[in-house]
């Protein structure tokens, strides 16, 4: 098994800046790929971010990208996401999630909340 802690959500205005930590814990051997989801109130869960763990391969949703920036510290178990010129509509419960090597998402954490204010 493998445990997601998040952290680092909160209230911000419009314009400013939040970055997230995920640390990961338990059997981490096993992971492959980490990323990031949000979820806004009354809409489905939507991809945000990923990276696979031992490259520098990165990925984005376009509605984040060149202002989100996904990053780790391998030797902690952790990865970022570093929201920059943040927008209202970016408003959600933000989710890690963790994928081990030749499946899909399987491990997530409990979500933290993010509110952008106008």
């Known amino acids: 098994q493998v445990q997601l802690v998040e952290s680092g959500g909160g209230l911000v205005q419009a314009g400013g800046s939040l970055r997230l930590s995920c640390a990961a814990s338990?059997?981490?051997?096993?992971?492959?790929?980490m990323g990031w989801f949000r979820q806004a109130p009354g809409k489905e869960r939507e991809f945000v971010a990923r990276?696979?763990?031992?490259?520098?391969?990165?990925a984005y949703a376009d509605s984040v990208k060149g202002r989100f920036t996904i990053s780790r510290d391998n030797a902690k178990m952790t990865v970022y996401l570093q929201m920059n010129s943040l927008k209202p509509e970016d408003t959600a419960v933000y989710y890690c999630?963790?994928?081990?090597?030749?499946?899909?998402?399987?491990?997530w954490g409990q979500g933290t909340q993010v509110t952008v204010s106008s």
């Open positions: 338990g059997r981490t051997g096993s992971i492959s790929v």
């Open positions: 990276t696979i763990w031992t490259t520098e391969y990165t």
């Open positions: 999630a963790a994928a081990p090597t030749g499946s899909s998402w399987t491990y």
